[in-house]
């Protein structure tokens, strides 16, 4: 089931910014590793980002660090993608993702599609001149 709620994608063109968000309200972001997914046509489904407060930790794949910024507010339920210098090849359809913890797994290793208790609907963002 769908419980989390994106906004902020779009067209751009290179080297622009979006910023996406994703909130919920029906369940506390304490308990869980979120962060985003993205999936580019005829690519599968790949973690981009994410944030855990149970160890501090953020994760950013090669390609978008030092571009991307995830920040999340538990009080708000929200957590947010800030793109930067957007490329043709951060193309894709972008999916909000929450994880719970499971025992003393890491972080990393849970951030995967197969681990997601809850996806949201997806938020295309297209990056063209």
């Known amino acids: 089931q769908l419980q989390l709620v994106e906004s902020g994608g779009g067209l751009v063109q290179p080297g622009g910014s979006l910023r996406l968000s994703c909130g919920t309200s029906i369940f506390t972001f304490d308990y869980y590793i979120t962060g985003w997914f993205r999936q580019a046509p005829g690519k599968e489904r790949e973690a981009v980002s994410y944030?855990?407060?149970?160890?501090?930790?953020?994760y950013y794949t090669d390609s978008v660090k030092g571009r991307f910024s995830i920040f999340r507010d538990d009080m708000k339920k929200t957590v947010w993608l800030q793109m930067n210098n957007l490329k043709p090849e951060d193309t894709g359809v972008y999916y909000c993702?929450?994880?719970?913890?499971?025992?003393?797994?890491?972080?990393?290793?849970?951030?995967?599609?197969?681990?997601?208790?809850?996806w949201g609907k997806g938020t295309l963002v297209t990056v063209s001149s």
């Open positions: 944030m855990s407060n149970s160890d501090g930790s953020t």
């Open positions: 993702a929450a994880v719970r913890y499971r025992g003393s797994a890491s972080p990393f290793s849970l951030f995967t599609p197969t681990n997601v208790d809850y």
